[in-house]
């Protein structure tokens, strides 16, 4: 069997000319990547309805804002956590959550940002990983980047499915280079 990579990884490999943090402080970007994985872990083990033992302070804020957009606005949890493969594309990801919105018949699928600016990445992510949801049976029909807030103030929910097909086809096209410089 080949290797299948992963979202992430196609993204970050292919995108590392417009992707670069050579300009932030090894200790600052290393303590961002342990609090984006603190709260990854935090929130689908919320998601989830399991014990949460210790929030680290790095991350408090961003899971408070986190619980009460989840509190207000998530009706049914459909996947956490679960990692996809694309049977026929042969990439894999482990999309966040899938959700169902109080008061929604369709599936929404949210990716949680810690970072405060914004990537163009984001949408390329969503992207790949509706359409693992799709081809798993998970018909999601909504994808969004959920922001919690850093200090526990209310989360930003931003919604990028209108450019879905658009973001799919750059997605694509960063799997098709991967392959040609990874075969």
């Not at 992430?8 to 200790?27: A, C, E, H, K, M």
């Not at 986190?66 to 998530?74: A, G, K, N, Q, R």
């Not at 929404?108 to 163009?120: A, E, I, M, Q």
């Not at 798993?136 to 200090?151: C, I, K, M, T």
Request: glycine share 4%; charged share 20%; hydrophobic share 40%.
């Amino acid at each position: 069997m080949r290797h299948l990579p992963s979202v992430t990884q196609i993204i970050s490999q292919v995108g590392r000319y417009w992707l670069n943090f050579d300009n932030v402080p090894p200790d600052r970007l290393a303590f961002a990547c342990q609090r984006g994985s603190d709260f990854h872990r935090l929130a689908a083990l919320h998601a989830q309805k399991l014990w949460i033992d210790e929030i680290p302070d790095s991350c408090a804020g961003f899971f408070h804002s986190f619980t009460e957009w989840f509190l207000e606005f998530v009706e049914e949890v459909i996947l956490v956590e679960q990692p996809l493969v694309h049977p026929t594309l042969h990439y894999k990801g482990t999309p966040d959550i899938i959700v169902r919105m109080k008061g929604d018949s369709v599936l929404t699928l949210p990716d949680y940002k810690t970072p405060r600016v914004f990537s163009l990445s984001w949408r390329l992510q969503l992207a790949a990983y509706c359409e693992l949801a799709r081809v798993n049976d998970y018909p999601v029909e909504r994808v969004a980047s959920l922001q919690p807030h850093p200090d526990g103030g209310l989360a930003k929910f931003e919604d990028y499915t209108e450019s879905l097909t658009h973001d799919f086809a750059v997605f694509w096209s960063m799997l098709t280079t991967w392959r040609y410089f990874n075969a």
